[in-house]
Structure formats: C-alpha cells, structure tokens
C-alpha cells in the first residue's frame, strides 16, 4: 500500500470520527467497515468500557444484532483478556491456544483465525477492535496484525473522543428533558400556590368585614352600660373577637408576602428614616396607654437594600410587639448602626444593624431560635393577645433582601431584636 493511500485512509477515518453532527453508533459503523476493508477481515466490532461498569459495549458490528448490547468483561474470553492485561493478541488459529481453546466460536465465523487490540488513552484501555474470517485465506497475517495494532494507536484518542461527545449529548438531553418537566412543575406550582394565595386572602379578607361589625357592637355594649355578669360576658367576646381579628390581619400579610415573592417584588435603595417615623407615630397612641415611652436613638440617615411596604410590616410588627410584651412605665428604644462586611460575596460592602429594644421579661435561653417558627409563642405568654405568626412574618421578609433577624438580651431584663440590611451605593466588585 502506497503512501498516498494510506494517508487518503487516515485523512477519510479521521474526518468520520471527529463530525459532531454524526451520532456515535453510525461513526463507529462506517469507521470498522473502513478498518475491515484494510486488514481485509470479513467480520469485526468495537466494544467501549462503560463508565463505572465492568462492562464493554458493543459500538459497531458486522453482526448488526449486536450493536448496543453489554458484555461482562472477563479475563476468560478474548476481548475480556485484552481489556484487563491491555495486550493485544493474534491467533492464526484459536483453537490452538492453550488458553483459549475453549472458546467457542458459532456458525457464522468461517475461519478461526483472529486479532484482537486495545484502544487505550495512555496505560487504560478504554475500548478493543476485533477482526476475524480474513477474506481469500485461511489466516491474517503477522503484517495484518501490525496493522490493526498501528491504527487502534492513532485512532483511540478520536474514538474515545467520539465517545465521551455522545455521553455529553445524552447528559445534556436528559438534562434539558429534566429541566422541561421542572419547568411544567413550576409553574403548575406557581399557578396553584397563587390560586390558593388568591382564595386565602378573599376567604380571610371576607371575615374581617363581618368581624369588624361584631366588634364595634360589641364594644357599643359596653358603652350603653352593663350589669357586671353581661360586662364579663361581653368583655370575653370581645377579647376573643379581636384576638381572632388579629389572626386574620397576620394571615393577610401572610398571603401578601406570598404575592410578593411570587412576583419578585423589586428591591432597591429606600430612605429608612422616614418609614420609621411613620410606623413609630402609628403607635405612639398605644405605647400611651401603657405609659411607654418610644426612643428613636439619633441615627445616621441612610439609604437600605429594601422594599418600602415590606420594611413598614416588618417594623410593625416588631414595634407591636416590644410594647406589647413592655410593662407599663416601661420604654422601646429603635435605632441602627452601621457595619463593614468581611465577605466578598455580599451585595454591598456595607450594612446596617437595625434594633427594637424593650424591657420587658426577656426570652428564656432555648427559645431565642424557636420563636421565629409559625404559632410559636412561649407558655408564660399565654395570657398576652398575639397568635405566634408576628415573627415569623418578620423572619420571611428579612430573608427577601438576604438578611438576618435575632433576639439578644438586654442586661437587667428585657429583649433587643436585630436585623440586617445592606446600605445602597458602593457594590462589592
């Protein structure tokens, strides 16, 4: 064979091997019937270790039958032994071999001459290509087999190639067949949780109109004048018709902040002081009551990482329930401090440290991380009006602009709840 020949062989293999629009199994045909033709062998396959198996699969085969199939690779059989010793072999005939002659060979091999070499990527073998029934005579040559051995060493890096670009294929089909059905699911999700969203607040929006009525009346009752067996009475409802009031508005902002996330409600720079202000005179008249007196701690103007109506229902929610827990004579005290983050990771390089410290009795040690789940209230509380989803509301609205609520103690008795949240202006780069 010429030298043009040859070249114009390895030049058309070569050009087969690396298309990335030809599926693995037609390249892997079309190059055996190519090497076929050169060693002159009338029947042949390729055969692939599969990954993490102990396993070859059969990539191309004269005997169409077996183009896909696996095989246990085993030391017993020819092909098992070229893949777990990484040597080649050659039989003029087979059924010589001391080691192999019990291998049977069926009705559509005519000779029993053969060769068997290993596709390797340095020291592993990662595949083998077997040549048999030689065409015009009875047994492949010593020159044959040199042949084979020369080409499976320049063809095992485009095969293996080849190989790993049809894995890539399928990973990425299942990967994009996976990501289609997590995007059905979704948005089946999306549509229910929004549905249910929906119904939540007109069934709890449709009881507070009526509630609200029970309530004035009731509170009408006690202004017309009761005997002090109807005051008890009246009183008692009353007490159970605000706390179930309370309930409503709290499962309100509930859905609300569902709304919210489902429509990624945009976060952005925000003027804190402000919404302060507005929040800390909506309960100045309820700290009164109480004889509370409300500090706002003088503060540095800035500029959060927040939402507008989300940081009003998280400092409501917080200052409703410093004075509700402060005796009477007592004090809330609010206000900020700025710190530098340490890590790169982080938004903005800079934060705030909100706080609403009150003096009331303090949370027992064990509980700090257990009031911010949904009903939880602790037992001594049981005769203060709240329902236990104040917090945790708090907890979900700090997690939207990625920050962080706790409770700290207050030296002698009371309470300091925290939160983060970034400071617009410089980003991190």
Same mark, same amino acid.
């Given at each position: 064979?010429?030298?043009?020949?040859?070249?114009?062989?390895?030049?058309?293999?070569?050009?087969?091997?690396?298309?990335?629009?030809?599926?693995?199994?037609?390249?892997?045909?079309?190059?055996?019937?190519? @090497?076929?033709?050169?060693?002159?062998?009338?029947?042949?396959?390729?055969?692939?270790?599969?990954?993490?198996?102990?396993?070859?699969?059969?990539?191309?085969?004269?005997?169409?039958?077996?183009?896909?199939?696996?095989?246990?690779?085993?030391?017993?059989?020819?092909?098992?032994?070229?893949?777990?010793?990484?040597?080649?072999?050659?039989?003029?005939?087979?059924?010589?071999?001391?080691?192999?002659?019990?291998?049977?060979?069926?009705?559509?091999?005519?000779?029993?001459?053969?060769?068997?070499?290993?596709?390797?990527?340095?020291?592993?073998?990662?595949?083998?290509?077997?040549?048999?029934?030689?065409?015009?005579?009875?047994?492949?040559?010593?020159?044959?087999?040199?042949?084979?051995?020369?080409?499976?060493?320049?063809?095992?890096?485009?095969?293996?190639?080849?190989?790993?670009?049809?894995?890539?294929?399928?990973?990425?089909?299942?990967?994009?067949?996976?990501?289609?059905?997590?995007?059905?699911?979704?948005?089946?999700?999306?549509?229910?949780?929004?549905?249910?969203?929906?119904?939540?607040?007109?069934?709890?929006?449709?009881?507070?109109?009526?509630?609200?009525?029970?309530?004035?009346?009731?509170?009408?009752?006690?202004?017309?004048?009761?005997?002090?067996?109807?005051?008890?009475?009246?009183?008692?409802?009353?007490?159970?018709?605000?706390?179930?009031?309370?309930?409503?508005?709290?499962?309100?902002? @509930?859905?609300?902040?569902?709304?919210?996330?489902?429509?990624?409600?945009?976060?952005?720079?925000?003027?804190?002081?402000?919404?302060?202000?507005?929040?800390?005179?909506?309960?100045?008249?309820?700290?009164?009551?109480?004889?509370?007196?409300?500090?706002?701690?003088?503060?540095?103007?800035?500029?959060?990482?927040?939402?507008?109506?989300?940081?009003?229902?998280?400092?409501?929610?917080?200052?409703?329930?410093?004075?509700?827990?402060?005796?009477?004579?007592?004090?809330?005290?609010?206000?900020?401090?700025?710190?530098?983050?340490?890590?790169?990771?982080?938004?903005?390089?800079?934060? @705030?440290?909100?706080?609403?410290?009150?003096?009331?009795?303090?949370?027992?040690?064990?509980?700090?991380?257990?009031?911010?789940?949904?009903?939880?209230?602790?037992?001594?509380?049981?005769?203060?009006?709240?329902?236990?989803?104040?917090?945790?509301?708090?907890?979900?609205?700090?997690?939207?602009?990625?920050?962080?609520?706790?409770?700290?103690?207050?030296?002698?008795?009371?309470?300091?709840?925290?939160?983060?949240?970034?400071?617009?202006?410089?980003?991190?780069?």
């Amino acid at each position: 064979m010429n030298f043009k020949q040859e070249l114009f062989f390895l030049k058309k293999i070569i050009n087969i091997l690396i298309d990335p629009e030809e599926e693995l199994f037609p390249k892997m045909e079309k190059s055996l019937s190519l @090497i076929l033709q050169k060693v002159r062998a009338k029947q042949g396959s390729i055969m692939l270790v599969e990954e993490k198996k102990k396993q070859a699969n059969i990539v191309a085969a004269t005997n169409k039958k077996l183009i896909g199939l696996n095989v246990e690779i085993v030391p017993e059989t020819i092909s098992g032994y070229v893949f777990s010793t990484g040597e080649p072999v050659y039989f003029k005939d087979v059924t010589k071999s001391k080691r192999f002659k019990h291998v049977v060979r069926n009705r559509n091999y005519k000779t029993s001459s053969l060769i068997c070499v290993p596709l390797k990527r340095k020291k592993t073998v990662i595949g083998v290509i077997n040549a048999s029934d030689p065409e015009k005579k009875e047994y492949f040559s010593e020159h044959d087999f040199g042949l084979l051995k020369d080409y499976a060493s320049m063809l095992s890096p485009l095969v293996e190639n080849s190989y790993l670009l049809s894995q890539l294929k399928q990973r990425q089909a299942k990967l994009e067949q996976v990501s289609r059905h997590l995007a059905i699911k979704q948005r089946e999700l999306l549509l229910a949780s929004r549905e249910r969203s929906e119904l939540v607040q007109m069934v709890v929006h449709d009881f507070k109109s009526p509630l609200s009525a029970v309530i004035s009346n009731l509170d009408l009752l006690k202004y017309l004048g009761l005997g002090e067996e109807q005051k008890h009475i009246v009183d008692t409802a009353l007490d159970g018709a605000k706390k179930l009031l309370e309930m409503i508005n709290e499962f309100l902002q @509930i859905a609300r902040l569902d709304a919210w996330k489902e429509t990624k409600t945009e976060l952005g720079p925000m003027n804190l002081l402000p919404v302060v202000e507005r929040v800390v005179e909506e309960f100045r008249p309820l700290a009164e009551e109480k004889n509370i007196e409300l500090i706002v701690q003088s503060a540095p103007e800035v500029e959060v990482y927040a939402e507008e109506n989300l940081m009003y229902h998280l400092l409501q929610n917080l200052l409703s329930n410093a004075i509700k827990y402060t005796p009477k004579n007592g004090k809330v005290i609010l206000g900020w401090k700025i710190r530098r983050s340490r890590r790169k990771s982080d938004k903005f390089p800079k934060f @705030i440290i909100f706080y609403v410290e009150d003096n009331g009795k303090g949370i027992p040690k064990g509980h700090k991380e257990l009031i911010f789940r949904r009903f939880k209230r602790l037992e001594r509380d049981a005769k203060i009006q709240g329902t236990g989803i104040g917090l945790f509301i708090c907890q979900r609205i700090v997690n939207m602009w990625d920050g962080k609520i706790w409770v700290e103690d207050v030296e002698p008795t009371g309470s300091r709840f925290c939160f983060t949240c970034y400071l617009t202006g410089e980003k991190n780069a």
